[in-house]
C-alpha cells in the first residue's frame, strides 16, 4: 500500500493538467474532476506517512513536472500570458499541494477517530 501511494503522488499532474489544457486549448471538460480525483485519492494514501516524506516526494513530483514542462510545452507567449509556463506549473503545483495537505488532515482525524473511538 505504501508502494502505491509513492508511486501515485510521483504522477507529475501539474505538468499532466497544463500539457492536456494546452493540447487540447483548453477544452478540458474532465480535466478539474480527474484533479479532484488524484487530490483525494494521494491525500487519503498519504495520511498514514510522515508528513516529511509527503513533502519529499511532493517536491520530487515539482521537479519531474518543470522537467517535462521544459521539453514537452513549447514557449507560447500567448497561451501563459500573465506569467511563463513554469510559474503557471508550480501554481498548480502548489494548488495541488494545499488540497493533497487538506483531504490528508481530514483522512488523518477520521482514522483515528475510527481507531480509538474518540
Not at 504522477?11 to 487540447?24: C, G
Request: aromatic share 20%.
Amino acid at each position: 500500500m505504501k508502494l502505491l501511494s509513492v508511486i501515485l503522488l510521483l504522477i507529475p499532474a501539474p505538468f499532466l493538467f497544463h500539457f492536456y489544457e494546452y493540447n487540447l486549448n483548453g477544452e478540458g471538460s474532465l480535466l478539474v474532476v480527474f484533479s479532484l480525483l488524484y487530490i483525494v485519492i494521494t491525500g487519503i494514501l498519504f495520511s498514514r506517512h510522515k508528513f516529511f516524506n509527503f513533502i519529499s516526494i511532493n517536491c520530487i513530483t515539482l521537479f519531474l513536472s518543470l522537467l517535462l514542462t521544459w521539453i514537452f510545452i513549447p514557449d507560447d507567449s500567448t497561451w501563459f500570458k500573465p506569467v511563463n509556463k513554469e510559474i503557471a506549473v508550480v501554481f498548480v503545483w502548489v494548488l495541488f499541494l494545499i488540497g493533497q495537505i487538506f483531504i490528508r488532515f481530514i483522512a488523518k482525524k477520521l482514522f483515528d477517530f475510527n481507531k480509538y473511538g474518540k
